[in-house]
């Protein structure tokens, strides 16, 4: 109690060593009670002894422990506790802790971190859904990217699109009661459908022989790649870009039988979307945060040494290596594992086992990721998209694939891992600010290079739009 409670101030000394000893005596006391209520015959006869006669001592009997009275010692010791606990809470000071107001998750602390960070809607391509939202003529509502979106799959087309989710006529929401008739999506409110690039098609009651022309509504573009929707997002309104290609091998494979999806994940965060792509340009940070092993118990005992090597306005698609300024890329090794951080105590075999696994990173635009896996069993794919929800709010899915002789339990594995790896930035994601020119020192990261890459996915618009999407 002593230990948890600290050390009483000098003054209330005496009084701890009373009370020890008091406690002390009365334990004592309890100690020598007796269960029986008659004296032992054997003691009644010591007082008979007459004069000159000697005291046997093997007749005389001294309490047992056990024969104790258990039920007295423990409402004593019950006592003499809340005693000592009453008396320390009326004479010893409090040292409570002081509380902490720091909550990143405030409107106060948003505001702040919106000053310091780019617009929260980088533009490029965003996964806002999968193949199987939209399944079954079901309609897919969407809020990210400071809009509100509703997909649906064309009954006759099979192609999916993506609308603005207010229907132009009176702003009925499309995708609360929209149903999908043949290739359109049916409003609710007043039966106006509109195709999959946003024109109406028919509306019920209008007495004109064809549709206005003006009656439509915004569609985004739209790419369906390995079961996942993505749009293109322009703060300008231009359209797209760059194509999506570095998964095109993947899509390949798995459509032949020689890859296949062993697993998803999905994770959210409050954090702004530029954070994973921030961290290619710190390698060091690898040193920290990702130094212990992503494993459950074994990170707080086996830690690993990794490099990097960063490479902007180029990756790989397809295989080989590719010169785009939107594309982006990191090559990862494992150098060895050590117990407790100490380079001194390096486990047996870890730089050849570690070394035999080697991870490439293609980032593709603003927020979508390919990880490519080597292993001595076979190589694994991780597609990882970041959807914009709102400014400070991710969400992240990562798809796992592997070539068809690699065990499902390997990949189940690395899944894990990869979990277990983003949750180790975590903490510091959702609690810092950005700097766009840092206070560096010779052994940092090339940042410089990672900004220049990052500034070309926002325009003149980009700020605009994250500070009306605020109101959130």
């Not at 009997?61 to 009453?86: D, E, H, I, K, M």
């Not at 310091?116 to 859904?129: E, I, K, Q, R």
């Not at 603005?164 to 009925?172: E, M, N, Q, S």
């Not at 785009?324 to 047996?348: C, M, V």
């Amino acid at each position: 109690c002593l230990s948890k409670m600290g050390r009483s101030p000098t003054r209330h000394v005496f009084f701890e060593r009373v009370f020890w000893v008091a406690t002390a005596a009365a334990a004592t006391a309890v100690l020598c009670i007796r269960p029986e209520s008659q004296p032992d015959s054997r003691q009644a006869e010591i007082g008979d002894l007459g004069h000159g006669q000697f005291l046997n001592f093997t007749d005389v009997r001294l309490p047992s422990l056990w024969n104790l009275n258990w039920g007295v010692n423990l409402a004593t010791a019950a006592v003499a506790t809340l005693v000592y606990s009453l008396c320390r809470a009326v004479l010893v000071p409090s040292r409570a802790r002081s509380k902490s107001y720091h909550d990143p998750k405030t409107p106060k602390f948003k505001a702040l971190r919106a000053k310091f960070f780019p617009p929260g809607y980088p533009n490029g391509w965003h996964c806002v859904c999968n193949a199987s939202d939209v399944e079954g003529g079901r309609v897919h509502s969407i809020s990210a990217l400071g809009t509100h979106m509703v997909a649906f799959r064309g009954e006759d087309s099979g192609v999916v699109g993506v609308l603005d989710a207010f229907c132009p006529h009176l702003g009925a929401h499309l995708g609360s009661g929209g149903t999908v008739e043949g290739d359109a999506l049916k409003c609710p409110f007043h039966g106006w459908e509109f195709a999959t690039t946003g024109k109406c098609t028919h509306i019920p009651y209008s007495r004109l022989e064809a549709v206005p022309p003006r009656a439509k509504t915004k569609a985004y573009e739209v790419r369906e790649v390995l079961e996942r929707v993505y749009v293109w997002f322009d703060a300008e309104g231009r359209p797209p870009q760059w194509e999506l290609a570095c998964h095109e091998d993947l899509a390949s494979g798995v459509a032949s039988g020689e890859w296949y999806l062993g697993a998803t994940r999905t994770l959210e965060f409050e954090q702004h979307s530029c954070e994973m792509m921030l961290n290619s340009a710190d390698p060091y940070h690898f040193q920290t945060l990702h130094a212990p092993l992503p494993l459950p118990i074994l990170d707080h005992v086996i830690t690993a040494f990794h490099t990097i090597k960063q490479f902007y306005g180029s990756g790989v698609v397809n295989g080989a290596v590719t010169e785009k300024e939107w594309l982006a890329s990191i090559t990862e090794k494992t150098t060895g594992l050590f117990l407790f951080g100490k380079s001194w105590l390096p486990i047996p075999f870890s730089a050849t086992s570690a070394g035999a696994v080697g991870v490439g990173v293609t980032f593709e635009g603003p927020t979508i990721m390919h990880f490519t896996i080597a292993t001595p069993f076979g190589k694994l794919r991780q597609v990882k998209t970041v959807l914009p929800v709102e400014p400070f709010k991710q969400f992240v899915e990562s798809r796992w694939y592997a070539e068809r002789h690699v065990p499902m339990l390997l990949v189940r594995f690395f899944a894990l891992l990869g979990v277990r790896a983003l949750e180790q930035d975590r903490q510091v994601w959702e609690n810092k600010l950005y700097r766009d020119k840092p206070m560096l020192v010779s052994g940092d990261g090339p940042f410089p290079a990672f900004f220049r890459w990052q500034a070309q996915f926002y325009s003149e618009s980009s700020a605009a739009l994250s500070e009306h999407s605020l109101d959130w």
